[in-house]
T-cell receptor, first 110, second 112 residues
Framework: KQEVTQIPAALSVPEGENLVLNCSFT??????LQWFRQDPGKGLTSLLL?????REQTSGRLNASLDKSSGRSTLYIAASQPGDSATYLC?????????FGTGTRLLVSP | EPEVTQTPSHQVTQMGQEVILRCVPI?????FYWYRQILGQKVEFLVS????????KSEIFDDQFSVERPDGSNFTLKIRSTKLEDSAMYFC??????????FGPGTRLTVT
């Protein structure tokens, strides 16, 4: 059974810092990995999708990497802004379903 | 930009009542999903649906739950007899040929 863990559970940084969020998973037989952003009481916004054959994906200030063999993914956020404050969820894709981690709650202070 | 929509945004119901949560997936998508998130907990997979049938379901998705695609645009989740522990945010998602799943804004279900 796939288990997904995210570290740290919470992170507080000043504006402008570069930061790394970590995701680990127990079963390396995955189809893909998605990173989401969730604002309080809101839905899930897809940030990046990495296919199992890929090593990384970039979108603007976000860069996500995937190392299937070690069961790890990282989300790198460059030059963080207060608007980046949210919970970031990692979700590992099997053939049909996504298995989610518990998330990292990020607070970026001005 | 196409998006998944869900109605209602908030549903309050009494224990034992039936509820239907509605979703309109992105129009050219073929795969549909329901997930739920109990307050403070992980997002959990409930069911996936493809070609008018369930393709996978979780242990949570017992006989009290059912899904339906009644027409070409809607996708519904029915809970026949709600329990207090069914209180959660329910998310609908869809995907096309590319495996990225797109989520709706959710329906907050409160069972009293």
């Amino acid at each position: 059974k796939q288990e997904v863990t995210q570290i740290p559970a919470a992170l507080s940084v000043p504006e402008g810092e570069n930061l790394v969020l970590n995701c680990s998973f127990t079963d390396s037989a995955i189809y893909n990995l998605q990173w989401f952003r969730q604002d309080p009481g809101k839905g899930l916004t897809s940030l990046l999708l990495i296919q199992s054959s890929q090593r990384e994906q970039t979108s603007g200030r976000l860069n996500a990497s995937l190392d299937k063999s070690s069961g790890r993914s990282t989300l790198y956020i460059a030059a963080s802004q207060p608007g980046d404050s949210a919970t970031y969820l990692c979700a590992v894709g099997g053939f049909q379903k996504l298995v989610f981690g518990t998330g990292t709650r990020l607070l970026v202070s001005p | 930009e196409p998006e998944v929509t869900q109605t209602p945004s908030h549903q309050v119901t009494q224990m034992g009542q039936e509820v239907i949560l509605r979703c309109v997936p992105i129009s050219n998508h073929l795969y549909f999903y329901w997930y739920r998130q109990i307050l403070g907990q992980k997002v959990e997979f409930l069911v996936s649906f493809y070609n008018n049938e369930i393709s996978e379901k979780s242990e949570i998705f017992d006989d009290q739950f059912s899904v339906e695609r009644p027409d070409g645009s809607n996708f519904t989740l029915k809970i026949r007899s709600t329990k207090l522990e069914d209180s959660a945010m329910y998310f609908c998602a869809s995907r096309g040929k590319i495996s990225e799943q797109y989520f709706g804004p959710g329906t907050r279900l409160t069972v009293t």
